[in-house]
């Protein structure tokens, strides 16, 4: 049974930092992009960065750009979200997602089939 689970969402402080972390299981993770999604109270949800099965291509949304890496590890079938410089505007819960392909990833949702419960960021002071 394929399954995402998301950790590392807590309460942090402006200007904090935060690593989040998608564990997949029941599935050939390296034939997989991996997608992290928000969203907010109000807000539609929001493609945050994603990455390909390789882990060579990745790709981020504008409002955090340079703040927001994202990697994997195979090995380790979990793909990792380290955020600094979190913003108020940062809060929301954070989803990953997959879908099998390779060579690419896209922000877009519209693809990923397989969604993990999400993890809740909140920063505030």
């Known amino acids: 049974q394929l399954q995402l689970v998301e950790s590392g969402g807590g309460l942090v402080q402006p200007g904090g930092s935060l690593r989040l972390s998608c564990a997949a299981s029941g599935f050939t993770f390296d034939y997989y992009m991996i997608g992290w999604f928000r969203q907010a109270p109000g807000k539609e949800r929001e493609g945050v960065s994603c990455?390909?099965?390789?882990?060579?291509?990745?790709n981020y949304a504008d409002s955090v750009k340079g703040r927001f890496t994202i990697s994997r590890d195979n090995a380790n079938n979990t793909v990792y979200l380290q955020m600094k410089s979190l913003k108020p505007e940062d809060t929301a819960v954070y989803y990953c997602?997959?879908?099998?392909?390779?060579?690419?990833?896209?922000?877009?949702?519209?693809?990923?089939?397989?969604w993990g419960q999400g993890t809740q960021v909140t920063v505030s002071s």
């Open positions: 997602a997959a879908a099998r392909t390779r060579g690419w990833c896209t922000r877009d949702f519209s693809p990923y089939d397989y």
């Open positions: 990455i390909s099965s390789s882990g060579l291509t990745t």
